[in-house]
């Protein structure tokens, strides 16, 4: 049975109570945000800016629009900033209102609520663990006339693969002679050093969108920033003017200005990240019991062999919660998503994994 009532990671609240304790006091590995915390130099920007809540922010949002703009060098036009990415998901929804749409189950389930919301008809593709849980051409055969979008996540979440770029270009092209909306969500692709993802392809496909998160790599999820982008201006512009005002607020704006500058921050994650993934995934797939799968973002998708959902809760004991995927359509109870964190908090997972399935810790 489910723990938590919860959609989503990061519920430390709802954690905490049921053991009786305050959420800071629990370790949390079910969010997967960057553990460097919020760059130095936002920390010092809104600190020297506090006077920004006592005014009106733009609410053409020309600054942050613009700097968007030139850090993927494309014109501002293309860009569409909301209140975090999950806001841009439900813009974007609103403005394409298709009728029949696909998505990749194992997936975030937003997706399923926005286009729920317009009365869309949603259709699953299911990734399979015989196929290591990766995207495949498979999909290619999926891809009908009668759909009018299609969502994938790269890297996809829960699961931390990323498909092989032939064969997005291959999904894109064939989305594009159907006319069906490829919409991908790159909210984890700034955890990839040297990768750009989608948005060097949108001007030759009005078709293409990308959404992108800044909540996870900057670690800014209480402030919440992210946005859309996509080459069919009057697209964007529709969803502009549904947008509603000043819906980020002031310190958000501020934070888009500022952060995509710090490539002091954006080098020491990337490092960080290159050396504590390949060790965490090597000291839990030691472990009895668990198969870790490749992931390359900021998280790692693992099955548990032991009964039950008990796993999570013999960590919780242990004060370290770490997401359950029992509640994923195409998954159960013995999948469960874990985020990488500093080497030392990694080295507490892994000590606590250790002892629970090694029979020293609450029996399973
Ligand atoms: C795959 C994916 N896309 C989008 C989001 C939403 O990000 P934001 O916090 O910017 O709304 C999340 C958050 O968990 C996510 O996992």
């Known amino acids: 049975m489910a723990l938590f009532h919860s959609a989503h990671g990061g519920n430390t609240r709802e954690a905490a109570a049921l053991l009786g304790i305050a959420p800071e006091q629990l370790l949390d590995f079910s969010a997967n945000i960057n553990p460097a915390g919020m760059p130095a130099s936002l920390k010092h920007a809104l600190q020297n ?5 006592e005014r009106y922010p733009d609410v053409e949002y020309q600054r942050l629009h613009q700097a968007l703009a030139a850090h993927h060098q494309i014109p501002t036009s293309w860009i569409l900033a909301g209140n975090g990415e999950t806001d841009a998901i439900f813009m974007l929804v609103k403005a394409l209102a298709p009728r029949k749409a696909l998505v990749v189950v194992p997936g ?18 299911h990734l399979q663990e015989e196929e290591g849980w990766q995207l495949t051409g498979r999909v290619l055969d999926a891809l009908t006339p009668d759909l009018d979008c299609l969502f ?5 979440n829960p699961t931390g693969l990323l498909p092989d770029d032939s064969l997005l270009h291959a999904i894109a092209a064939r989305c594009k002679t159907l006319g069906i909306a490829l919409i991908l969500d790159e909210a984890f692709m700034d955890f990839i050093r040297d990768r750009s993802g989608f948005i060097p392809h949108l001007a030759d496909n009005p078709h293409l969108w990308v959404l992108r998160s800044l909540t996870k790599f900057y670690a800014i999820p209480g402030l919440r920033l992210g946005y859309v982008v ?9 969803m502009r003017a549904m947008q509603m005002p000043w819906s980020i607020n002031a ?15 954006q080098q020491a994650s990337w490092r960080w990240l290159e050396q504590a993934r390949p060790r965490l995934r090597a000291a839990l797939a030691a472990l009895p019991a668990l198969t870790v799968w490749p992931g390359v973002a900021n998280y790692l998708f693992l099955r548990c062999d032991a009964p039950g959902s008990a796993l999570q809760r013999a960590l919780l004991e242990r004060h370290i919660l770490i997401r359950s995927c029992a509640n994923y359509p195409g998954l159960d109870d013995r999948y469960y998503r874990v985020a990488v964190r500093s080497i030392e908090e990694n080295d ?3 000590a606590a994994m250790d002892a ?5 810790g609450p029996v399973l």
């Open 152 to 156: 994938l996540c790269t890297p996809n």
């Open 49 to 53: 800016n506090l006077a920004l809540a």
């Open 356 to 360: 629970v399935l090694s029979g020293t």
């Open 251 to 265: 310190f958000a704006a501020l934070a888009g200005e500022v952060i995509l500058q710090d490539t002091a921050y």
């Open 230 to 238: 996509g080459s069919d201006v009057q697209k964007v512009n529709q």
């Open 348 to 350: 507490r997972l892994i």
């Open 108 to 125: 975030f389930a937003e997706y399923r609520r926005a286009l729920t919301q317009v009365g869309c008809d949603v259709a699953e593709f």
